[in-house]
C-alpha cells in the first residue's frame, strides 16, 4: 500500500489564491493505495471523478475524516456510498475537513486517477 501525493491547482482565481476553485487529482492510484488527505473546508461545493483501469473489481472509495484518523465513507446526493467501481462523476454531499480516495479492491491492472473539484460557495 503506498499513499499517493495529489496535485491541486488553482482554477479561476480572480484576484487572490482564496477566490475561485481547485481542482485536486490524485494519480497512479494501484490495489490498496490511498490518497493523501487534502484539507480544503472552506471549499464545500465539491465533486468527484474516478477513471482509468479498474481491473478486476476495481473499487475506489471516497473517505471523509474531521480529525484526520477516524474515516468514514462519504456519500452522494442520494445517500448513496461513494464505492466507484466503475468510471463515474459524482457530487460529495459531507463536508469533512479531510478528503482522501481509498482503493479497496482491484488486481494487478488497477491503475485510477481520481480528480476532485472544490468550489468556494
Do not use: H
Not at 479561476?12 to 481547485?22: C, K, L
Not at 482509468?52 to 472509495?61: E, I, Q
Not at 467501481?85 to 454531499?93: D, K, R, V, W, Y
Amino acid at each position: 500500500m503506498a499513499t499517493r501525493t495529489p496535485t491541486v491547482t488553482v482554477l479561476d482565481a480572480i484576484s487572490n489564491e482564496n477566490a475561485g476553485a481547485r481542482l485536486v487529482t490524485w494519480s497512479g492510484l494501484l490495489n490498496t493505495d490511498d490518497g493523501a488527505p487534502v484539507e480544503l473546508a472552506a471549499f464545500a461545493d465539491r465533486s468527484v471523478q474516478v477513471f482509468g483501469s479498474f481491473g478486476t473489481g476495481g473499487n475506489c472509495r471516497i473517505q471523509g475524516s474531521n480529525n484526520g484518523t477516524n474515516w468514514a465513507t462519504l456519500t452522494d446526493p442520494q445517500g448513496n456510498a461513494l464505492n466507484m467501481s466503475t468510471e463515474s462523476l459524482e457530487a460529495i454531499s459531507e463536508l469533512a475537513r479531510y478528503v482522501r480516495p481509498l482503493i479497496t479492491a482491484g488486481d494487478g491492472s488497477t491503475n485510477l486517477t481520481v480528480t476532485m473539484l472544490l468550489r468556494r460557495v
